[in-house]
């Protein structure tokens, strides 16, 4: 038995914890870890973390929350125990995540295309033509080698109970957070170099390379004279750090709206050299804002004219317009029957329940039973619009009951999926306590297959019993280690 | 067979200099088993370079920017168009108990047309037409809808600048006035809450004394005669045109441009700019009969099918043969 140094008097609690089986016991992939962890003096793991925090600082990797008011950017929150996944487990993570993203491409392709998922009545039409981010301004266009989902973030969770994984949310517009996968590896191998050549994990560098791989293949022009830009909103946005750290580390540059300019139905971007036309955009801003003449007329952000190009197949956008449809939290529960429709599979990762407000009979069961329920905007993401009913006071519960009633089809209710733990480092404390977590694997698709580099973001909830990991809502991030080969 | 030459001018004047103007313009008329559209030319002034598309209700949309800096904008849409036959007043018997028990498969096929809109919600008034419609109809589908037509018609006072371009039926409704789009408008709200599919149709009427065989030549018309009216889903018949404006039934004086849900999917002209000035619209559209060379009809001459040259703008983008084989 190891002294459990760090780990002292910590407990499992009622949830599935990622490290421990039972208190004191590691699980077989945490072996390793827990030996180097746990003979570390609390002050060395303590001047360690410090080391870790001062490396982002002075790397500047920062995120915004736009509600705090405390000004624009703060550095994202970095825990220094990994949580790691064993190989066999992640291949099932793989094989479930690629299945998923291969049938919504398909989805996105028919919906916006041929439409054979509603002539056989497996999706109901009124729950696509409802959704607010169904856009009919891009039925029957022709999408660059027809893929819609280049990048995909699914958020898994850890159902405390089963120990299984379950699908949450499949992010198919502008996911983030890979820049934090990459830069915690890197602040990780310098801060617990130990601990990390002990455990031989699969790395995760090569996602830039693979990104850029995709962009360039989708030039109506060729590779080799690919012109690709990043278009961010700007600076103020939460996720400008990773726009610019992607653009730098693809090697392409990173624009505004403002940069560029449509003429005739070709895009170009304005550089001291002149005018340079542009293939493909890597765009980070959302559908609605991507062109003042198309969407909305006060978008400053966008290109006017952009869509006349996308449509006329000058120019690509990954990912492609109109991908909120399958982002509709209602629409998530189909997604299982989509993967049985297009592919002919049985799905392999699981969904949680899902009650679509929009039939009378589950708004119903919803009103009655709100205080356990979770309820969420089908249109929103990272934690806004939602209500935990279980912590939720009487006030916010009859406000959430007043917009079900009045806007049905925009909300879906769903059981609390009690998340994992991972031990976490609590500095006020200066000890290590369970902290919930999450998962988001960042999905590639080429048009053939999905490629994932293994683990993702792990987002940890730092305050005690908070099931909120959104970055937006003060949650912070740990390193994910998958095991090469065997467990 | 009516055939008219129609000319649709809009003028943008700016009061200062303007730049990076992008525009999208829905001028083009419907091309189908009812109407050809012959021949269609779209030019601005300054010059321009654009696309063109057809959008998700099969209206042809056409997409230009001017980069340079002007102080006007002259839009300028040329076309010639075959209207093929009158409608016929529908004579088909669905009653309305028994659509009601289809119901669920419409919605299925015509969510679009059924649903609300910003421009034309389900608003409880509506109600009152409704029931006064199925009264004094004949309880029939089509009955019902050509009874409501007329009910709007005559209860709604035709009133130019009683509401605006934005105005939803919640106005006209407390008004009791409007134009020829709220009148669409109210039309529709009327036979969707009733869930009968309905969908709006901009165009132009052709004023009477234009459209009579002996008019002459010289007797172009400089009036405003862009114009909307609504199309209902008629059982075993299909889209049928209402006017509720005029209370006449729709016919070959309708030139049919663009349809959708409502006013928002067919606005004629919709553009951005770049500049601090405000600017300032007037809009022209001109019908005559189209007549050839030496000053005669030659409508009856008419037998083959239409070959529509491409327009300035299409001729880069979309040759003519890609344009039939979209049609499907």
């Given at each position: 038995m190891v002294n459990p140094g760090l780990f002292e008097g910590y407990e499992t609690g009622s949830f599935y914890d990622e490290m421990f089986s039972s208190p004191g016991q590691p699980r077989a992939q945490y072996t390793k870890l827990f030996q180097k962890l746990a003979s570390m003096a609390p002050s060395q793991f303590e001047e360690r973390r410090k080391l870790a925090d001062l490396s982002f600082l002075i790397q500047g990797i920062t995120f915004t929350v736009y509600s705090d008011g405390r000004g624009t950017e703060r550095l994202f929150p970095f825990d220094l125990i990994p949580r790691i996944l064993p190989h066999s487990e992640w291949e099932h993570i793989d094989r479930g995540l690629s299945q998923r993203v291969m049938a919504l491409n398909l989805f996105l392709q028919d919906i916006y295309g041929k439409q054979t998922i509603l002539k056989d009545k497996k999706i109901p039409r009124w729950l696509v033509y409802s959704c607010p981010n169904f856009r009919r301004e891009v039925i029957g266009v022709e999408v660059a080698r027809g893929i819609y989902t280049h990048i995909c973030g699914i958020d898994l969770v850890r159902d405390s109970k089963s120990g299984d994984f379950y699908v949450l949310e499949d992010n198919v517009r502008t996911p983030s957070g890979i820049s934090y996968v990459l830069e915690n590896r890197l602040v990780m191998t310098r801060t617990l170099p130990e601990a990390f050549q002990a455990c031989e994990v699969l790395p995760v560098h090569h996602y830039p390379a693979e990104l850029a791989r995709i962009l360039r293949s989708l030039s109506s022009r060729g590779e080799a004279d690919a012109q690709i830009v990043l278009l961010t909103p700007g600076i103020h946005n939460s996720a400008y750090f990773e726009h610019s750290f992607l653009a730098q580390q693809m090697g392409i540059e990173l624009v505004e709206g403002r940069d560029l300019i449509v003429d005739g139905g070709i895009v170009y971007m304005k550089t001291i050299r002149g005018l340079q036309r542009v293939d493909v955009i890597y765009r980070r801003v959302d559908d609605e804002y991507l062109d003042s003449l198309t969407f909305r007329p006060d978008s400053v952000l966008g290109v006017p004219g952009l869509m006349g190009a996308y449509r006329a197949g000058t120019v690509a956008l990954a990912n492609a317009v109109g991908n909120g449809i399958a982002d509709d939290k209602a629409i998530y529960a189909y997604v299982p029957e989509f993967i049985r429709y297009y592919l002919g599979e049985e799905p392999i990762l699981k969904t949680v329940e899902t009650f679509?407000?929009?039939n009378p009979k589950d708004l119903e069961y919803v009103l009655e039973h709100l205080p356990q329920l979770v309820v969420k905007a089908v249109g929103e993401s990272g934690g806004y619009g939602m209500l935990m009913g279980p912590t939720a006071d009487r006030a916010k519960l009859m406000d959430f009951a007043d917009r079900l009633r009045a806007n049905p089809r925009n909300y879906i209710a769903q059981p609390v999926v009690g998340l994992s733990r991972v031990p976490s480092y609590d500095p006020s404390t200066g000890s290590v306590a369970g902290r919930h977590v999450d998962l988001r694997p960042y999905c590639l698709y080429d048009g053939e297959k999905v490629t994932i580099v293994p683990g993702g973001l792990t987002r940890?909830?730092?305050?005690?019993?908070?099931?909120i990991v959104n970055s937006s809502q003060g949650g912070g991030s740990k390193d994910t280690w998958v095991l090469r080969g065997e467990d | 067979m009516n055939r008219y030459r129609l000319v649709h001018t809009t003028d943008f004047v700016y009061d200062g200099p303007v730049s990076e103007s992008y525009n999208e313009v829905r001028l083009r008329p419907l091309h189908d088993e009812r109407q050809s559209c012959l021949s269609f030319r779209l030019t601005t002034t300054p010059n321009s370079r654009g696309t063109a598309y057809r959008d998700a209700y099969g209206n042809w949309v056409h997409q230009f920017n001017v980069l340079t800096e002007h102080r006007r904008l002259r839009v300028e849409a040329e076309s010639v168009v075959l209207e093929h036959e009158a409608f016929e007043a529908p004579t088909d018997s669905t009653m309305l108990a028994d659509y009601d028990s289809h119901s669920h498969l419409l919605d299925e096929e015509h969510f679009d047309f059924m649903a609300p809109t910003g421009f034309v919600p389900h608003l409880v008034p509506l109600r009152e037409i409704i029931e006064a419609a199925e009264k004094s109809c004949d309880g029939t589908v089509a009955g019902f809808t050509q009874t409501t037509s007329d009910l709007i018609h005559k209860r709604f006072r035709y009133v130019?600048?009683?509401?605006?371009?934005?105005?939803?039926?919640e106005d006209s409704l407390s008004l009791g006035a409007g134009v020829c789009q709220d009148f669409a408008h109210l039309l529709l709200g009327v036979v969707r809450m009733r869930g009968i599919p309905g969908r709006y149709v901009s165009g132009y009427l052709v004023p009477g004394s234009t459209a009579s065989p002996e008019a002459k030549q010289e007797d172009v018309i400089g009036g405003q005669a862009s114009h909307a009216w609504a199309e209902v889903m008629i059982p075993n018949t299909g889209w049928m045109g209402f006017d509720p404006t005029l209370g006449n039934p729709v016919g070959l004086r309708h030139i049919r441009i663009a349809c959708g849900r409502d006013y928002g999917d067919v606005a004629p002209v919709r553009g951005v700019y770049k500049g601090h000035a405000g600017q300032s619209l007037s809009v022209d559209v001109r019908v005559r009969p189209a007549i050839d060379d030496s000053g005669r009809e030659q409508l009856s001459k008419i037998t083959v099918g239409p070959v529509p040259p491409p327009s300035v703008l299409e001729r880069a983008q979309q040759p003519a043969q890609q344009q039939q084989q979209q049609q499907q």
């Open positions: 679509l407000c929009a940890v909830a730092l305050q005690p019993n908070s099931l | 130019k600048g009683a509401t605006h371009v934005h105005s939803s039926i």
